[in-house]
């Protein structure tokens, strides 16, 4: 029996190291997901406070989650009861954590869309006589790749005949080139597809660490019997 148990504690040891580095990686793909976000998604010219304290909230997380699982792996490989104790109580905190912000945003995503649908419709709409709004169009067409809000047909209602340069396929502009898609269906795109893939992210990175969390409990049990056994309260 003892055979048994000893193997099926070192059998988790194992896979709770091998885990926790998964994890690891887990931990790096969210810090990549809220860098990106903050780089890539938050193209607008103007603060956008909501967007960025998701970007942060990633990045926080990611960076947590690595330090996290350095603490399992080390707990894994010294079999300390403490170092177990403080990583199953660090990964519930983060788990908390982790829920908290997917809630957030699948919650917020639709919010987020909507602003900056309506702050590039203000923008756009203010285009004609406005260069500083010229400017801010023109930067979300370039990272979207797209063209007016519904498309090109924004610029002739308006009577602007000479489309911007960023709403061309392609770096060759010439009289009847293609022309971008409307930004409203890019920004829609864009949005969803990356809140779809935070949210997976957050629960795969979720349920590794509901899994460890169960590995670290029993390990640490299994340590406190072995400290027991050979170490008997009353011994004479």
């Given at each position: 029996?003892?055979?048994?148990?000893?193997?099926?504690?070192?059998?988790?040891?194992?896979?709770?190291?091998?885990?926790?580095?998964?994890?690891?990686?887990?931990?790096?793909?969210?810090?990549g997901l809220g860098v990106y976000i903050l780089?890539?998604?938050?193209?607008?010219?103007?603060?956008?406070?909501m967007l960025d304290g998701i970007a942060y909230g990633l990045i926080g997380l990611g960076m947590l989650v690595a330090v996290v699982s350095l603490l399992g792996c080390l707990g894994a490989c010294m079999q300390n009861q403490w170092l177990l104790?403080?990583?199953?109580?660090?990964v519930l905190l983060l788990v908390i954590a982790e829920?908290?912000?997917?809630?957030?945003?699948a919650v917020e995503k639709d919010r987020i869309e909507a602003e900056i649908d309506k702050n590039f419709k203000e923008w756009l709409d203010e285009y004609k006589d406005n260069e500083e709004m010229q400017?801010?169009?023109?930067?979300?067409?370039g990272a979207l790749k797209c063209?007016?809000?519904?498309?090109?047909?924004?610029?002739?209602?308006?009577?602007?005949?000479?489309?911007?340069?960023?709403?061309?396929?392609?770096d060759i502009i010439k009289e009847g080139a293609?022309?971008?898609?409307?930004?409203?269906?890019?920004?829609?795109?864009?949005?969803k597809g990356k809140s779809t893939a935070t949210i997976l992210v957050i629960a795969s990175v979720a349920a590794l660490e509901v899994l460890t969390m169960l590995m670290a409990c029993y390990l640490r049990k299994k340590?406190?019997?072995?400290v027991i056994v050979n170490n008997p309260p009353y011994s004479f």
């Open positions: 029996m003892g055979c048994c148990e000893t193997l099926v504690s070192g059998t988790l040891r194992i896979i709770l190291f091998a885990l926790n580095l998964c994890t690891l990686v887990a931990g790096g793909a969210v810090l780089v890539e998604i938050n193209f607008l010219p103007e603060d956008n406070a104790s403080f990583y199953f109580l660090f829920v908290g912000v997917g809630i957030f945003f400017e801010y169009v023109n930067v979300v067409q063209c007016g809000y519904n498309g090109a047909r924004d610029y002739l209602a308006m009577g602007i005949l000479n489309l911007p340069d960023t709403c061309y396929v392609g293609l022309t971008y898609p409307g930004c409203k269906q890019r920004i829609s795109t864009e949005i340590q406190l019997e072995d």
